[in-house]
């Protein structure tokens, strides 16, 4: 290498960038924007970041790097406010691209490598020294190597595997000679080698193929993206092991080696979402998360990971699964299944994909089916927001006590106990939650089949290890109804923002759904009670039935009203009353009066005797069969009592979700069926 001898650390004291320095950037091209400095050893935002090497590299604006400019008035104001920053440009913007090249990764020795490789040189074009870093006793800097960004073409992130300590930085940005590095050098510009000095230069034809992302591994051998889809099983107590090594090696990687790492590692975790150990969503974004934390751009993580020829690292993994419990070897296409497609899962394929019963499905005639009628659907998830005070925890701890027990819930016929888990984040045991359950009459004996959290020490469920958490919950505890109070505290993204409700959904709802579990989020109305509920638009986006409560704290009667339901209601604007005496308790009215309340009561009736049939023939065979085997069977009395198949199935599930674990795995006669 050339610059070999200039590499070498030796104490500097390069000015910090002057206003005057920066405006002479941006009439070269730069968009600069400003990054939290180094003052005294430390990042200026105060944090220590002890477990990424973001000090003295992260963004001081809202929007980061997407705020970077030539607005010579925005950059004075910059300057005057942030006196202590450092700089960085947006090299997209500025259309360029920069080798990264850290000799603690062997850089030195690969760009050595690789000049000596190419026929044609790459020529002097722009340079700068880096941080300082120890390498074999000796202190030794790093270099950015600046050149144009060749036009319409998509870059790697790297030069491969056998050119390791070197990053390919273009949809990111790269600090500006002037920033202090945390070892206490400056980034500088090599001599004669500046903006001020020479041009930049273009990359020749022959480097361009090298680092264009065309010729990056073998895209046409990864899986297409909207394929990766499909993999959606929840996280293996394997993959879950595998997926935080990865994400351990990814915070780990120094500079020079994050893209290649994150490559790498993206491979690994490719082949376990394929093998059925990691659902897709949950594996990018944790690998994404991760390389957030070092310093990488999510554009870059995103492109390093997936792309839409199906090069993206994931998909080139996964197209060789693997696994301890995997089996089948290559990836299973459409064309593969079976042409019929009636059975699921499809006997040598992955169960994960949850291939539809096209038979099942379309003789499903049965309506929905609601743990309280015309209020709380079976199945489907749910949202209720009132102010605060006016009661709407006391509601639903009554309905979940009484479908809990098997009683009464809103002077509505009781039905079959349940088993519901509630995680309360508000409400004390001993002050609140004891004395209102004494107050509506209950004992310790009668609610054995609510499972009561209590403050959660949960990770949030706008994460993904919040949800794998929920997923082990939901799994050993099998609720039929889970119940969220208060929603805004389970989340630690921006309320307000639709991402977080995004992420919520991805992590949280979609767990719960995917395995049929009914879920109710209670929320608070926001500042503007017109505006309804609290939060970004996606918050009401990703739920099936939303309920307004209205009312006054000290009132008896309470107005409950429907503001989206993708299921038919009976009725969108309800009536509560609430009593004292002789026990504490509501009562539901239909306030529109359209409400058929002996039909809804007797599909409920259809849906008891359906688990009473199943339960009878399970004892009668020894064990619960597969849903046609045990309707060939009682179909003849099931549509005696007017059981549809489709209820009949539902019932069938929900026993078979009750039964031990060992027993819940998919049997012979579901397949043969």
Not at 527 to 533: F, H, I, L, R, T
Not at 641 to 648: D, E, H, T, W
Request: proline share 6%.
């Amino acid at each position: 290498m050339t610059e070999r001898k200039e590499m070498t650390a030796s104490p500097n004291e390069y000015p910090t960038l002057s206003l005057e320095t920066l405006l002479a950037l941006t009439a070269k091209g730069f968009f600069v924007f400003p990054v939290h400095g180094i003052t005294e050893g430390r990042c200026t935002c105060g944090d220590l970041h002890p477990k990424d090497n973001s000090a003295g590299k992260h963004p001081v604006t809202k929007n980061g790097m997407d705020d970077a400019t030539q607005d010579p008035d925005v950059i004075s104001v910059w300057h005057s406010t942030f006196p202590n920053c450092s700089w960085a440009v947006n090299l997209k913007l500025s259309g360029l691209m920069v080798f990264d090249i850290d000799p603690r990764n062997g850089g030195d020795t690969s760009w050595d490598s690789f000049e000596a490789w190419l026929t044609e040189p790459l020529g002097q074009s722009w340079a700068a020294l880096t941080g300082a870093q120890e390498v074999e006793g000796r202190s030794m800097r790093g270099m950015h190597l600046y050149y144009r960004a060749p036009e319409g073409i998509q870059l790697r992130g790297t030069l491969g595997t056998d050119s390791p300590g070197i990053d390919i930085k273009h949809n990111g940005y790269v600090l500006l000679p002037g920033s202090r590095h945390m070892s206490g050098v400056c980034y500088e510009w090599l001599v004669d080698r500046s903006p001020f000095a020479i041009e930049p230069l273009e990359l020749n034809p022959q480097v361009v193929e090298i680092v264009s992302s065309a010729t990056s591994g073998s895209p046409s051998e990864g899986i297409p993206l909207d394929d990766m889809q499909l993999y959606c099983d929840p996280i293996t107590t394997y993959g879950i092991t595998a997926l935080e090594g990865e994400v351990e090696a990814v915070l780990s990687s120094r500079e020079g080696s994050r893209n290649s790492t994150l490559f790498n590692s993206g491979l690994k975790i490719g082949s376990l979402i394929s093998g059925g150990e990691i659902p897709f969503e949950e594996g990018l974004t944790a690998l994404v998360d991760a390389a957030l934390r070092i310093g990488l751009t999510e554009e870059e993580a995103v492109n390093t990971l997936i792309r839409r020829n199906g090069g993206g690292a994931i998909q080139l993994g996964a197209a060789t699964p693997r696994g301890p419990k995997f089996e089948t070897k290559g990836y299973l296409s459409v064309g593969d299944l079976p042409s019929s497609a009636v059975a699921s899962p499809v006997p040598g394929g992955p169960a994960h994909l949850n291939i539809v019963d096209w038979e099942s499905a379309f003789a499903d005639e049965s309506e929905e089916l609601w743990l309280v009628p015309g209020l709380i659907c079976d199945e489907r998830s749910h949202a209720i927001y009132a102010d605060a005070g006016l009661g709407k925890s006391l509601v639903l701890l009554e309905i979940c006590a009484a479908l809990a027990s098997g009683k009464s819930a809103l002077g509505l016929p009781p039905i079959e106990p349940m088993t519901v888990l509630y995680f309360d984040h508000e409400n004390t045991v001993k002050g609140d939650v004891i004395p209102r359950l004494k107050n509506m009459g209950y004992e310790a004996k009668d609610i054995g089949n609510l499972v009561y959290s209590s403050f959660p020490e949960m990770d949030p469920l706008d994460t993904a290890k919040g949800g794998r958490q929920l997923v082990e919950i939901i799994e050993r505890v099998k609720p039929r109804l889970v119940i969220i109070d208060t929603v805004s505290r389970t989340i630690s993204g921006d309320e307000n923002s639709n991402s977080t409700w995004l992420e919520f959904y991805s992590h949280a709802g979609k767990a719960l759904k995917s395995r049929g579990i009914a879920y109710l989020r209670i929320d608070h109305t926001g500042k503007n009670a017109d505006a309804g509920m609290r939060g970004g638009s996606a918050k009401k986006g990703d739920v099936d039935i939303v309920w307004n409560l209205t009312g006054k704290s000290d009132d008896v009667k309470f107005a409950l009203s429907c503001e989206k339901s993708r299921v038919p209601l009976p009725s969108k604007k309800l009536e509560l009353l609430r009593y004292s005496s002789p026990t504490l308790r509501h009562e539901l009215r239909d306030r529109s009066k359209d409400i058929d309340w002996a039909e809804l009561l007797a599909r409920n009736e259809r849906f008891t005797k359906a688990l009473d049939l199943i339960r009878a023939d399970e004892s009668k065979q020894g064990e619960l069969k597969g849903q046609k085997n045990v309707w060939a069977r009682v179909s003849r009395e099931a549509k005696k009592a007017g059981i549809a198949f489709g209820l009949f199935a539902v019932a069938h599930r929900i026993i078979k979700a009750g039964i031990p674990d060992e027993c819940s795995e998919p049997m012979e006669s579901d397949l043969e069926d």
